[in-house]
């Protein structure tokens, strides 16, 4: 069953930013436990287990038409979702997407997608295969290595939206969780994704937050067809949230 770290708080990541910029001071977010990075467009939070909203979510974002184009079908139970949504593990993480752009905050409160972010026993057996195939050297010392999948929930008319918000909340889910495994450095915190080489909205989401495709390769070793795969490239996600940060508060500095 998948899980998430719920009951942890999220961090705020520290930004080297050259001399003479200062961030500004951020107002306070209007629910506990959510983490916004200036200049994003999302703000991300974990899914809170006793809210029927978040279970809701949960569910229309599963039952979306693209989720099920490129997910496989869960067959989850109400007790299934909540299980999901509270369970704690040390390597799986599951946070609920905001959109931070609304000063309203009931929009603000509505969840507008998720981002998975997880190692399990079947995520081992990826990371040898990417291994043997040369897209990723051997460890030489001990490492975190973790999948990393998305969705969007659908708007009410069926269509099914919010690329850059997706990328905007997946590349704040990064930094938190590098420094919710508490590992020395980026190096030793491997994430990586496949995508169906026909999801093109998956592809520009991931390109967009940091990480950079690396070839093609079976999702599990019985899988009928090759899909991509990416990895996080840590330099480049880190200059993309410091350019956003950093255009967020030039036009403070200049006046």
């Known amino acids: ?3 998430c770290m719920f009951n942890r708080p999220l961090h705020h990541q520290p930004f080297s930013l050259p001399e003479g910029f200062t961030l500004p001071e951020q107002p306070a977010e209007p629910f506990e436990n959510v983490y916004h990075t200036p ?3 999302a703000a991300i939070r974990f899914f ?3 809210s029927e909203e978040d279970l809701q979510a949960m569910r229309e974002i599963l039952k979306g038409k693209q989720s099920r184009k490129w997910m496989d079908d869960p067959h989850m139970s109400q007790s299934d979702y909540r299980d999901w949504a509270g369970t704690e593990s040390d390597t799986s993480f599951l946070f609920a997407v905001l959109d931070a752009r609304s000063t309203d905050p009931e929009e603000i409160r509505h969840v507008e997608g998720f981002i998975y972010i997880y190692s399990e026993r079947e995520e081992k057996f990826r990371v040898r295969r ?11 010392k001990p490492r975190y290595a973790l999948e990393v999948s998305f969705a969007v ?4 008319d069926g269509s099914q939206s919010g690329s850059g918000l997706m990328s905007s909340s997946l590349r704040q889910c990064c930094l938190q969780v590098q420094m919710l495994l ?5 190096a030793a915190t491997v994430l990586f994704a496949f995508v169906h080489p026909d999801n093109f909205p998956a592809q520009r ?3 967009s937050s940091g990480f950079l495709k690396q070839g093609s390769m079976l999702y599990d070793w019985d899988s009928p067809d090759a899909t991509l795969l990416y990895l996080l490239d840590w330099p480049t996600l880190e200059a993309k949230v410091r350019d956003k940060v950093l255009r967020s508060i030039q036009p403070q500095e200049g006046g």
């Open 1 to 3: 069953m998948p899980c």
């Open 39 to 41: 200049g994003e467009a």
């Open 48 to 50: 809170e287990p006793s």
């Open 130 to 140: 990417m291994e043997r195939q040369g897209y990723l050297a051997p460890a030489s």
């Open 153 to 156: 929930r659908p708007r009410t």
């Open 182 to 186: 508490k590992s020395p450095d980026r």
């Open 205 to 207: 989401t991931l390109e």
